[in-house]
């Protein structure tokens, strides 16, 4: 643990730096593979909308003491009763099991939950059923892509506004989008299911990608502003230097949100069994877990790629790559090294000069000054070292009439 917190010190003072910036061709072909499997996931297989977004129905079947080939078992009972869409059948934690299909009349469902208590030799009060009509999943989409676009756009402004530039907007929701679609692509690659559970789950990544990028992007605003008037890095070079300054935040965060999701998600598949529970904590992981990659070595290398091209950014990475022609610099400086302090006077070295000064009878107000040393700077007043009380009271003439 001290050797992180050592490694988070360098990177931050800048002893340390990881050259993220530098290769943003490698972190782009990284979120392009990652694009295009979330493409090959969503164009091949599609995405396995749960039956609030299809309509249909769906068996629950609890305290079942025999799960013996349940799913070929609960399948059977539903062919023979005059299912004909797909049967999809799911455990449920240790005694339980989920069965869906498509949508039946009222009658025909009570048959087959009179079947189902039977074959799994359960009272038929353990059976329930629930009709799903594909009315509310098209409500609930279209009230989710309305949510998206009026977050998209309250954020771009946002942006806009605060950080002075739409190109950090920009890169933003470039990462944004790229999170959104890698964790809706594993979702069609894996088959999980998609259900409103998940759609918050996708709605919830987008507050904490946004959240991360723009502590990323404050600091890079901080550092270029700076170094655009001290002229010692080049703008690449501070935006990396911010990136490494907040990366270990960064990674603490994303550990930290991710462990208490990682043990629900865990939890979720092992014991609980399919469930709003198992899917709104299987969209956080995945989204949590990406947007991480995206905040720290996507959005800034795109912010860098956008603005390495303004008159300004030009004219100061001109200015910097010239001084340092001048004085024979190779790259940028490192901020964290100690810088050399001034020569202080004699008397302010402690304790062991003022014993010495005291054992040559000398008084404490007449320790060598500066001058007295032969180091650089003006000679002080005998009374300089002393604090305002000890100096000696001005004797006042007398006054005139």
Do not use: C
């Amino acid at each position: 643990m001290s050797r992180f917190s050592a490694l988070g010190n360098d990177l931050y003072t800048g002893r340390r730096s990881f050259d993220i910036v530098g290769r943003r061709t490698v972190w782009y072909l990284t979120a392009a593979v990652l694009i295009g499997l979330s493409l090959v996931g969503l164009l091949g297989r599609g995405l396995n909308f749960g039956i609030e977004f299809r309509g249909g129905t769906e068996f629950r079947v609890t305290t079942v003491s025999e799960l013996a080939d349940y799913e070929q078992r609960a399948d059977q009972v539903l062919r023979a009763g005059g299912a004909e869409d797909t049967v999809t059948v799911t455990r449920l934690g240790d005694d339980g099991m989920r069965i869906q299909t498509g949508e039946m009349p009222s009658a025909q469902v009570e048959e087959l939950r009179a079947d189902l208590a039977e074959e799994f030799e359960v009272p038929v009060g353990e059976v329930t059923s629930s009709l799903v009509g594909p009315s509310w999943g098209e409500t609930v989409t279209t009230r989710a892509l309305l949510a998206l676009g009026v977050f998209l756009a309250l954020v771009t402004v946002v942006l806009t506004v605060y950080f002075r530039t739409w190109k950090m907007a920009a890169a933003a929701l470039v990462a944004l989008l790229h999170d959104v679609a890698f964790t809706v692509g594993v979702y069609a690659l894996l088959g999980i299911e998609v259900s409103p559970a998940s759609v918050i789950g996708f709605l919830t990544i987008l507050g904490y990608s946004i959240y991360d990028t723009i502590v990323v992007f404050d600091k890079v605003r901080e550092n270029t502003e700076h170094e655009l008037e001290a002229r010692r890095m080049t703008y690449a070079e501070a935006a990396n230097h911010a990136v490494n300054q907040t990366l270990v935040r960064s990674v603490n965060t994303s550990v930290v949100a991710l462990l208490p999701v990682g043990a629900i998600l865990v939890m979720g598949i092992t014991v609980i069994g399919p469930g709003t529970l198992l899917d709104l904590a299987a969209a956080l992981f995945i989204g949590i877990a990406v947007g991480t990659f995206s905040s720290v070595f996507l959005a800034t290398p795109l912010l860098v790629h956008l603005r390495e091209r303004e008159p300004e950014v030009v004219k100061h990475d001109k200015a910097v790559a010239t001084r340092r022609a001048r004085s024979g610099e190779t790259g940028p400086p490192d901020v964290g090294a100690p810088r050399e302090s001034a020569p202080v006077a004699a008397g302010a070295s402690g304790g062991a000069t003022g014993q010495e000064a005291g054992a040559s009878g000398t008084a404490p107000s007449e320790r060598a000054t500066p001058a007295d040393t032969g180091a650089p700077g003006r000679q002080l007043h005998p009374y300089a070292q002393r604090g305002p009380r000890n100096q000696p009271k001005r004797k006042r003439g007398p006054r005139r009439g």
